[in-house]
């Protein structure tokens, strides 16, 4: 069930997403992530499923049904405020942040908010050789990987 729930969400195929979760889906496990989501959203319908209102309209149902902002997914691993940073979809920022994203210095170094690199380096200059390291593997992206890898428009 966890591949077609994963798959359902790349499609955004929100009625199979509300069958699967009925049926006790979790959209939090493996093969399900939000980064992984993200990353259709960078292909648009050919590559995703559906247009771009009806996959930003399968994120905010996500996230209202318990989908977590922070889990890692895609690869490089990364948090879903970042791989939408990546993907250069600011209307995906929006819902990903009012669902309760973590806005940190990575994920402005990501989405080109200045002020929240500003912070970040304020608050440890040891912030710009940090690794956003969610799953303490020490491989985590850096800020710098986070801004290079930037497709929002202005960043």
């Known amino acids: 069930m966890r591949a077609a729930v994963g798959e ?16 006790g889906a979790d959209l939090n496990a493996a093969f399900s992530q939000l ?15 559906g247009s771009l209102r009806e996959r930003l309209a399968c994120l905010e149902w996500m996230l209202t049904h318990g989908a977590d902002p922070e889990q890692l997914g895609a690869w ?11 993907v250069g979809v600011p209307e995906y920022v929006k819902i990903l942040r009012k669902g309760g ?34 799953d ?4 985590g992206l850096t800020a710098l990987h986070c801004a290079a890898g930037s497709r929002m428009p202005k960043a």
């Open 35 to 49: 980064p992984s989501v993200a990353r259709s959203f960078a292909g648009g319908p050919a590559r995703g499923g």
């Open 101 to 134: 994203a973590k806005m940190d210095g990575f994920a402005g170094a990501a989405i080109g908010d200045r002020k929240l690199v500003e912070r970040a380096l304020a608050a440890g200059p040891d912030f710009a050789q940090a690794r956003d390291d969610s």
């Open 76 to 86: 490089p691993s990364a948090r879903a405020i970042v791989v939408a940073g990546f």
């Open 136 to 139: 303490q593997s020490g491989r």
């Open 8 to 23: 359902a969400g790349r499609l955004a195929f929100q009625g199979a997403l509300e069958l699967l979760v009925k049926a």
